[in-house]
């Protein structure tokens, strides 16, 4: 089962770019379809992107959508979120997440219900 550790998180200027990385060391994580989330102070997780298995079906929300760019390099069992044109209100808790099970599905869910398996996240602050 996938253990799930993100990094990259901190601060940066609105307007500027990180890249999240979350890796697992168990070996099966290619079977698994992967979800980042975020959740702000006081508010409830939301889904950000998710990635198929074999990276040939990927959602975001519409917030994010030609900014945020999510990946995966099942070889190095990593998935990835490049973050770009960033702003204030992306600031949050970023986690990632395995959609758990052994026989993934063809699409993933942006669907926090959806994931057995979960980081512990990494902070993300855009401000100037």
């Known amino acids: 089962q996938p253990e799930l550790v993100e990094s990259g998180g901190g601060k940066v200027q609105p307007g500027g770019s990180l890249r999240l990385s979350c890796e697992d060391s168990q070996y099966g994580w290619d079977l698994y379809n992967i979800g980042w989330f975020r959740q702000a102070p006081g508010k409830e997780r939301e889904a950000v992107a998710c990635?198929?298995?074999?990276?040939?079906?990927?959602k975001y929300t519409d917030s994010v959508k030609g900014r945020f760019t999510i990946s995966r390099d099942n070889i190095k069992s990593t998935a990835y979120l490049q973050m770009d044109s960033l702003d204030p209100e992306d600031t949050a808790v970023y986690f990632c997440a395995a959609e758990g099970g052994m026989d993934p599905q063809p699409v993933c869910a942006l669907n926090r219900l959806s994931y057995d398996y979960w980081g512990r996240g990494t902070q993300v602050t855009v401000s100037s």
């Open positions: 990635i198929t298995s074999d990276s040939r079906h990927i």
